[in-house]
């Protein structure tokens, strides 16, 4: 069974240029998640989606974070412009179900973002 | 707000040896608790849940124990191995149980 899979794995840019990254979850999985992971830190949730709904996405930066998942499946994430305190890996998770603390979060790898 | 704390120095464990993490948390009473591995360049692995009416659990060579009076967990390796060295993430649903918060891991090196 394939994983979550996340491109880029890696992105280099300059502040103030937008950057997107792309999430394919577990075939099946109806609720996905987006988190953000600094140097030396846990994961935090920036947005949940059970299915095409966003239903928390209080953590988003809205200002300059937007996301979709049209059609339920993939999901992209963006940010423009971005700035110096951006730069940190950005994780896609995807469960089965209810989307409850208990419903098991499979993780991708994670894009890399460095803002210069 | 929720805080959770997770001994942010690495530990170092002698093969063979049981390792012990600690996840403290305060100003909450969890109903869950989780801990994942996350290996360098990887997302982070769900290996246990325990919730607030469960004492201990246990997977394999992992053991966790969950003390709702103290306020804290203990994850254990028993007959710990080098490929066990990894960051050890606690995580504990947050309030309203619509999502889980994550401490920030230790970071584990089992030494040959």
């Known amino acids: 069974e394939a994983g979550v899979v996340q491109s880029p794995r890696y992105k280099i840019i300059e502040k103030k240029q937008p950057v997107a990254f792309w999430c394919n979850p577990i075939?099946?999985?109806?609720?996905l998640y987006w988190y953000r992971q600094n140097l030396g830190q846990g994961p935090e949730l920036l947005i949940r989606?059970?299915?095409?709904?966003?239903?928390?996405d209080s953590q988003l930066p809205k200002d300059r974070f937007s996301a979709e998942r049209l059609k339920g499946v993939d999901s992209t994430l963006k940010i423009q412009p971005a700035e110096l305190g951006d730069s940190a890996v950005y994780l896609c998770?995807?469960?089965?179900?209810?989307?409850?603390?208990?419903?098991?979060?499979?993780f991708g790898p994670g894009t890399r973002l460095t803002v210069l | 707000s929720q805080k959770i704390e997770q001994n942010s120095e690495a530990l170092n464990i002698q093969e063979g040896k049981t390792a012990t993490l600690t996840c403290n948390y305060t100003?909450?009473?969890?109903?869950?608790l989780q801990w994942y591995r996350q290996d360098p360049g990887r997302g982070p692995v769900f290996l246990l849940l325990?919730?607030?009416?469960?004492k201990e659990k246990r997977k394999e060579r992992l053991k966790v124990t969950f003390d709702t009076t103290l306020k804290q967990s203990l994850f254990h390796i028993t007959a710990s191995q080098p490929a066990d060295s990894a960051t050890y993430l606690c995580?504990?649903?947050?309030?309203?149980?619509?999502?889980?918060?994550f401490g920030k891991g230790t970071r584990l090196h089992i030494l040959p």
């Open positions: 100003n909450y009473s969890p109903a869950y």
């Open positions: 998770a995807s469960s089965f179900s209810g989307g409850t603390v208990t419903d098991t979060q499979y």
């Open positions: 995580a504990l649903d947050a309030w309203g149980g619509d999502k889980i918060i």
């Open positions: 989606y059970e299915n095409e709904e966003a239903v928390d």
């Open positions: 075939s099946g999985h109806n609720t």
């Open positions: 325990i919730r607030e009416n469960e």
